[in-house]
């Protein structure tokens, strides 16, 4: 290790990274076509995310309308039926 290293914590990163130098780290290089279909891909993921959420959402609001209606049909106690205390 030279005296230069020895005085520098991140010479051994740097020495690492460098034959990275002017790449894109931890990215591969893609062309316009396949940049245009991953695109492409995501859009299609994005859509099927958002139709599933509206599924979620329907779902939620359907058993709050059933837990809504059984409020509403459940017989409530009237003040003369009342058991005493």
């Known amino acids: 290790m030279s005296d ?3 005085n520098d914590p991140f010479a051994f990163f740097r020495q690492f990274f460098k034959p990275m130098e002017g790449m894109q780290p931890f990215m591969p290089p893609m ?3 396949e940049c ?3 695109i492409a891909e995501l859009r299609t ?3 099927w995310l958002g139709m599933q959420i ?3 959402q329907m779902g939620i609001r ?3 309308l059933q837990q ?3 409020a509403a049909l459940k017989p409530r106690e009237r003040p003369s039926e ?3 205390v």
Do not use: Y
Request: avoid cysteine; glycine fraction near 0%; aromatic fraction near 0%.
């Open 68 to 70: 809504a209606s059984l």
């Open 54 to 56: 509206s599924m979620l």
């Open 62 to 64: 359907t058993l709050e």
């Open 4 to 6: 230069q290293n020895a």
């Open 45 to 47: 993921v994005e859509q």
């Open 31 to 33: 062309t316009e076509e």
């Open 36 to 38: 245009a279909r991953k």
């Open 82 to 84: 009342a058991p005493p």
